[in-house]
């Protein structure tokens, strides 16, 4: 059972880490002419005319600002960009609020490189907003290495802090010809979606997946096989995506995560009988890989009417 890429992954870019420890280096490429800058405003990116917009100094007022503002972020067909977090009630004047979007939105109207690039871009500072200060001593941080490092301001301290990521577990069940999903509150009506939870601490992956099911559904799960994985930037996930054997067939909603679960037959999901999760979403494509192993239609013919509208998966 094989995935193909998924949205969100894949941004088509060189990262360079090495010269984010170079501050001379970092320094002459932010000066270069045909650097870019990708902002990021209340969360949200900046799209144009279907692409990720990637900005000159003048267009963000950037003309007097360094480097250590922002987040190298590598280069792209040769050109360096940065991550921009701009702060305010409007951004600069001549970009329009209404040309910022939120990843969601993104994720339909760009292509799937553009899409990433921009998750990176959002990733990193949101992560940078949310340690403006040391959690060891409170004093303020400041970022280094190109924005990949927050440092504490207080010399005493000096604690460093890195980005982090939060592993999640995602697992589509089946048994035979039946697959395990599930449904939460707060869904759209008919919606469901495969397993998924976070990763507690000293537990493995296999061990996460386990749990997870027998916590959610009560069904027992064998043969936890890895599949692929998906950044889910909503805000910091890494989806780590499974399938697995259930070992009975009994359901009980233990942890009331889930307000119902069913086991579905291929010929319940062509039919139709539940809404889907949406197809950028792991959750679709563990669905999708499971559904295509046998002759017939495929699961992407079949999701147009079924997978629109509400939350996504985690």
Known sequence: MTIT?????GAGIERLAEL????????????ETETRFLPVWQSRCLVRDGHAADCGREELELLATGHEAMVFLGRRGGRALFAVELRGEAPPAGLPSSGFLGLREIASQVSEDDAALLAYARAMILWQERHRHCGV?????RAVEGGFVMVCSDPGCAQRCFPRIDPAVIVLVHRGEQCLLGRQANWPEGRFSTIAGFVEPGESLEEAVSREVREETNVAVTDARYVASQPWPFPSALMLGFHATAQGSDIRLNDGELIEARWLTRADIAARRVLLPPPISIAFRLIESWFDQVPGPRLASLATDWTSGGPLRV
């Open 137 to 141: 001593c409170g004093a303020p941080n």
């Open 20 to 31: 984010r420890q170079l501050p001379e280096a970092l320094a002459a490429v932010f000066a």
């Open 5 to 9: 890429r998924l949205t969100f992954s």
